[in-house]
């Protein structure tokens, strides 16, 4: 069924349920990167709800889920230390206007030249710090205000709850997908725990832990309705000076983090987002949030995984749980202060399992070892410093590798048929450096009247390939000789405007993979 609210085929009950099942785990997440960056729990909650409610519709990638993230945070905390949290939102609003800009001059195509084993250290990294990220949950306060590990019995039911949890999760889909696995095992667990008066810690006690010993009496996730105000900085060049580093990081960690989440449920969905859609979208979000009281944010890949695995494909499933979300913060606080962390952990375990690219062993133990290097420092990097440094550094090195491995560009091998066509099998990758090569390579005024261009071991990496193959098709076009192009992607196929009549399918053996183009987003 098509349905204009999810702009995708979906199904309204499964991204009505699954938007509710990521409303519950995006609470905790969204409270800890607020402390994370210096500010209220609230700031990182309304971040939460219009990071969500406003990329669900309009951004590019439906199904994907955005709120405050950690990636962001961090970048957050020198700039709020230093000047207070009305400079944040300034910045996040020209962040967000440097996100729009990128969209509108189609920056956002930059991410498909992101190389695989970049994707991966980026994916696994991401995993990993998701993963470490909820061993805080199994620390508590001890009585001199020192945060400690869990001990006894306490840690004995954390433990407990998280692997029933992590059961039901696995178990459940193999009796019924009626309603999402994780939405259930955070119901049961929680009725589990009050119902029997479990030993566990709950969301309102983690938000306790982060306050002064003052306030734990009255803090609470209830709240009202963000209400707009201009930040409250002078409007001098001053200003501008201390806001815009942070802002252009923001942009950057945001734009990277968001358009790498897009192109991983790309492949998880078999779809295409629009990353250029999806940069502006961000990029009004972050601007609202600052106008707004919101800490900005970008895409969440724990959030989103929950999201995409709970059956949530429309941008109804993301606009469900920022509805949800703030429907918790006006009011029902109280019902989201009672969740047991013990069934949050489980479902972020869970995410985390399906997150983490098991295949990059696969990598490991083969013969490239460039790429194998590759993927350790992207992960390396993005657990120990930050994601947008860590890609920046793997597509460099990657560029580096390839230009060492490519220095001799494109080549081909040629035979006659038994139709008596000539074929050009083409070895080595086909983009703005090897064109020059690759229109060397044929001969269309002595070739016969059949000529076949094989991309079994090639790719077209970008718009420059394109071209070149379309205006190689134009000189045999003149020449009143046939093209007959084999195993090219999808992406190929559809940008191709003068040789896309010569392209023949084959579902079975033609390739998939993504170009670097304006036209597809």
């Known amino acids: ?156 039911w954390m433990l407990g709850l998280v692997l029933l949890t992590m059961a039901i999760i696995y178990l459940l889909p193999k009796l019924t997908k009626a309603v999402p696995a994780s939405l259930v095992a955070i119901v049961t667990v929680t009725l589990l725990v009050h119902g029997l008066d479990l030993e566990a810690r709950t969301v309102i006690d983690f938000v306790r832990d982060m306050v002064p010993e003052t306030e734990k009496a009255t803090v609470t996730l209830a709240g009202e309705l963000p209400s707009f105000a201009i930040p409250m900085v002078p409007f001098t060049l001053e200003t501008l000076y201390i806001i815009l580093p942070t802002a252009v990081i923001l942009c950057l960690v945001g734009l990277i983090e968001s358009l790498l989440t897009l192109s991983l449920i790309d492949e998880m969905t078999d779809t295409r987002g629009r990353g250029n859609k999806e940069c502006v979208g961000q990029g009004v979000a972050n ?122 560009h494109i080549a081909a091998r040629t035979h006659t048929d038994e139709d008596g066509w000539k074929v050009y099998d083409l070895d080595g990758p086909l983009f703005f450096g090897s064109v020059s090569h690759f229109k060397d390579i044929f001969d269309p005024q002595n070739d016969p009247e059949d000529v076949v261009i094989d991309f079994k071991d090639s790719r077209i990496w970008d718009s420059s390939g394109v071209d070149a193959l379309d205006s190689l098709a134009d000189k045999y076009k003149e020449q009143g000789k046939t093209l007959h192009i084999r195993h090219i992607s999808n992406d190929c196929r559809v940008l191709l405007k003068k040789a896309g009549e010569y392209v023949e399918i084959n579902v079975n053996e033609d390739p998939r993979y993504k170009i670097a183009s304006d036209e597809l987003g």
């Not at 991204?15 to 960056?37: H, R, Y």
């Not at 597509?395 to 491995?405: C, D, Q």
Request: net charge neutral; with cysteine; glycine share 12%.
């Open 287 to 408: 601007t609202v949030n600052g106008f707004f009281g919101g800490m900005g944010g970008c895409a969440m890949i724990g959030q989103s995984m929950i999201n995409i695995n709970s059956g949530g494909r429309g941008r109804l499933s993301g606009i469900t749980a920022a509805m949800v979300l703030l429907g918790f913060i006006l009011f029902a606080a109280p019902l989201i202060e009672m969740i047991p962390l013990a069934a949050l952990v489980g479902v972020m375990f869970v995410v985390v399992i399906g997150t983490f690219e098991w295949a990059s062993f696969r990598i490991i133990r083969g013969v490239n070892k460039e790429d194998a290097f590759v993927l350790f420092l992207v992960t390396a990097i993005t657990v120990i410093a930050d994601l947008a440094i860590a890609v920046v550094v793997g597509v460099i090195v990657s560029a580096l590798v390839f230009a060492w491995k490519h220095a001799t």
């Open 1 to 156: 069924m098509f349905n204009i609210i999810n702009g995708t085929e979906g199904n309204i009950k499964n991204d009505v349920l699954s938007g509710i099942t990521v409303a519950l785990a995006l609470v905790p997440e969204a409270v800890a990167f607020a402390f994370v960056a210096g500010v209220e729990p609230m700031v990182g909650l309304y971040a939460a709800f219009m990071m969500g409610l406003i990329t669900s519709a309009i951004g590019g990638r439906p199904g994907m889920i955005s709120g405050a993230t950690g990636a962001m945070a961090v970048v957050m905390v020198a700039l709020v230390a230093q000047y207070g949290v009305q400079y944040l939102f300034a910045a996040v609003v020209l962040a967000g206007v440097l996100q729009i800009l990128a969209g509108v001059f189609r920056l956002g195509k930059f991410i498909r030249l992101v190389p695989y084993p970049v994707m991966l250290g980026f994916v696994n990294g991401l995993a990993i710090v998701i993963f470490l990220a909820q061993l805080g949950q199994f620390k508590v306060t001890n009585s001199f205000g020192e945060l400690t590990w869990m001990s006894g019995s306490m840690l004995y």
